[in-house]
């Protein structure tokens, strides 16, 4: 499929430029706005396919229900990290920055020197790592060292979310791999009805993962696979489609340039305040989008 290309940041610098200065520059909004709306379809469409398990065809837009739905996550979480200022210096950071600065420059975990670089990593207070085990002593630590004021900072917690009990009160009809018969999932099981084929089910899933999956459109009778149109899709996928939800229900129904305006803005303090969402929407470095998302914000 053709997917809609992320904006250029030098596009929504000029925009704000602009905007600072009491202009609205019509074309340039409709231009970012709409190619934001397409890409924001494009990631919608992508998480829907992973909660109901239907195939958007390249060719005609229909919807092609997968073989094996079943793989399908019917939640949308949270993107992995989050957000934190340092208690002594305020900077905000991720956890990744705290875990990035040590591996650009290691430290001692001890006594926050700068480390001899060798076979091994040595410390002039005598303790030494083996890279291994620096990265992972790294990995798996919950304080280290802030990189600007280099004091300690305990790794943020997720917030809060209510789980909400999942019952699915059917089973669904699966094919038996080994006679192609109905089957069912059942009591941990995938047994088929037919030849008596039991198998445990996390071994069945895992198996189906593996297997190269064919999809037909009924329409157009065009014929795909689900691993190229998958791999298709990297730069689209997220776990937290919601701001991209938002912003195609409220983009449609701006009238002036200032609404247009409103919501764009309102979707990169969304994109700020969630630093890996934002690679998603706007093309460029990691560290300049950070850079631009925070100049905007200043």
């Not at 790592?129 to 004021?149: D, E, F, I, M, N």
């Not at 776990?239 to 609404?259: E, H, I, L, Y």
Request: glycine share 4%.
């Amino acid at each position: 499929m053709n997917w809609t290309p992320r904006v250029k940041q030098i596009k929504i610098r000029r925009l704000y430029r602009y905007a600072k200065i009491g202009v609205y520059d019509d074309i340039l909004l409709h231009d970012i706005g709409w190619q934001l709306y397409d890409r924001c379809c494009d990631i919608v469409t992508v998480a829907d396919v992973y909660r109901y398990g239907k195939v958007p065809c390249p060719q005609c837009q229909s919807q092609i229900q997968r073989q094996i739905d079943i793989l399908s996550s019917s939640g949308e979480g949270g993107t992995k990290e989050y957000w934190f200022n340092c208690p002594h210096c305020s900077k905000r950071l991720l956890w990744r920055d705290c875990r990035l600065d040590l591996r650009i420059n290691p430290r001692c975990l001890t006594c926050d020197n700068l480390l001899q670089v060798s076979d091994k990593y040595q410390c002039n207070c005598g303790k030494s790592w083996t890279k291994k085990a620096y990265g992972q002593s790294v990995r798996t630590r919950v304080r280290l060292p802030c990189p600007h004021c280099r004091n300690l900072v305990r790794r943020p917690e997720a917030p809060l979310k209510e789980k909400k009990a999942i019952r699915q009160n059917y089973s669904p009809t699966l094919s038996c791999p080994k006679c192609e018969g109905t089957a069912f999932h059942r009591n941990g099981n995938i047994e088929c009805i037919d030849c008596n084929y039991i198998r445990r089910w996390k071994a069945y899933r895992k198996s189906l993962k593996k297997k190269d999956e064919k999809l037909s459109c009924v329409n157009c009778r065009y014929e795909f696979k689900w691993q190229e149109w998958r791999k298709s899709t990297q730069t689209l996928r997220t776990g937290n489609p919601k701001p991209a939800r938002d912003f195609v229900k409220k983009w449609s129904a701006c009238r002036t340039s200032q609404q247009r305006m409103i919501q764009i803005d309102s979707l990169m303090q969304t994109l700020h305040g969630r630093g890996p969402l934002a690679p998603l929407f706007i093309d460029s470095g990691e560290s300049k989008i950070r850079q631009m998302l925070d100049d905007l914000a200043s």
